[in-house]
């Protein structure tokens, strides 16, 4: 099954600072048909405005995953963890137990952005934070596996989920494959135009994905895609 869930249908919020696209129910949007696909909860796709952000609120008993298309996101936490995340790199933090946290947009530019909530294996995590540098050019004609949960991820950023965040470039005519395993999947092309089954997806289209084996991505044209893979 593949479904191209276009951007135009997406939920959409705009307060000024901050231009948020829901792939599901979230805030004031509600889909029934759009509460989750397995474990992968939220996937917002969010545009900041230069020198603002989100101020510090809770979360708890969530993997949060913040993966940065333009500009940089300064994170800043009560366990007393800070960092700058910059294009092409992702930050993880799992809330666990609890944690407060501020998520702001320091440059002198608009920041891009998608937001991906995992739901964790069980509560009860310690609450941590940690972000790394996956350069896009290392990912070319392949997926690279970002943050995962899974054994033998040992150069991701770990997650308490039984899942895989993944990214890939890909060039114009050129395809790249994963093996699902008949595991769901959720992928945004974050540039560029690809065909999945013969089914097109644009920039910034979500497209769900179940009861596939190998999946095969074509670009139609110089791509970046982003994936969730979950059980």
Same mark, same amino acid.
Do not use: C
């Given at each position: 099954?593949? %479904?191209?869930?276009? =951007? $135009?249908?997406?939920?959409?919020?705009?307060?000024?600072?901050?231009?948020?696209?829901?792939?599901?129910?979230?805030?004031?949007?509600?889909?029934?048909?759009?509460?989750? !696909?397995? $474990?992968?909860?939220?996937?917002?796709?969010? #545009?900041? $405005?230069? #020198?603002?952000?989100?101020? @510090?609120?809770?979360? *708890?008993?969530?993997? &949060?995953?913040?993966?940065?298309?333009?500009?940089?996101?300064?994170?800043?936490?009560?366990?007393?963890? *800070?960092?700058?995340?910059?294009?092409?790199?992702?930050? /993880?933090?799992?809330?666990?137990?609890?944690?407060?946290?501020?998520?702001?947009?320091?440059?002198? *530019?608009?920041?891009?952005?998608?937001?991906? !909530?995992?739901?964790?294996?069980?509560?009860?995590?310690?609450?941590? !934070?940690?972000?790394?540098?996956? @350069?896009?050019? %290392?990912?070319?004609?392949? =997926?690279?596996?970002?943050?995962?949960?899974?054994?033998?991820?040992?150069?991701?950023?770990? &997650?308490?989920?039984?899942?895989?965040?993944?990214?890939? +470039?890909?060039?114009?005519?050129?395809?790249?494959?994963? %093996?699902?395993?008949?595991? #769901?999947?959720?992928? /945004? @092309?974050?540039?560029? #135009?690809?065909? &999945?089954?013969?089914?097109?997806?644009? +920039?910034?289209?979500?497209?769900? &994905?179940?009861?596939?084996?190998?999946?095969? /991505?074509?670009?139609?044209?110089?791509? %970046?895609?982003?994936? /969730?893979? +979950?059980?």
């Amino acid at each position: 099954m593949i %479904e191209v869930r276009k =951007f $135009a249908d997406l939920g959409k919020s705009n307060h000024g600072w901050l231009d948020a696209n829901f792939h599901f129910s979230f805030a004031d949007y509600f889909q029934q048909d759009r509460l989750h !696909w397995g $474990a992968l909860r939220v996937w917002n796709d969010d #545009k900041i $405005a230069a #020198k603002s952000g989100f101020p @510090p609120h809770p979360h *708890e008993n969530m993997e &949060i995953i913040t993966y940065v298309l333009e500009g940089a996101i300064s994170h800043r936490d009560s366990l007393g963890n *800070e960092g700058r995340t910059r294009a092409g790199d992702i930050q /993880v933090m799992s809330a666990g137990t609890g944690i407060t946290h501020a998520e702001y947009n320091l440059e002198d *530019e608009q920041t891009h952005s998608f937001q991906i !909530w995992i739901l964790p294996d069980r509560q009860g995590h310690a609450p941590s !934070w940690g972000t790394r540098e996956f @350069p896009r050019g %290392e990912r070319a004609g392949r =997926f690279e596996v970002l943050a995962s949960g899974r054994e033998g991820d040992d150069d991701a950023l770990t &997650i308490h989920a039984n899942a895989r965040v993944l990214g890939a +470039t890909v060039a114009a005519g050129e395809s790249v494959t994963y %093996e699902l395993g008949g595991r #769901k999947g959720y992928l /945004v @092309p974050a540039r560029g #135009k690809i065909e &999945i089954d013969g089914q097109v997806a644009e +920039t910034r289209d979500g497209v769900a &994905i179940a009861d596939v084996d190998t999946l095969t /991505v074509k670009a139609l044209e110089d791509a %970046e895609v982003v994936m /969730v893979e +979950t059980a």
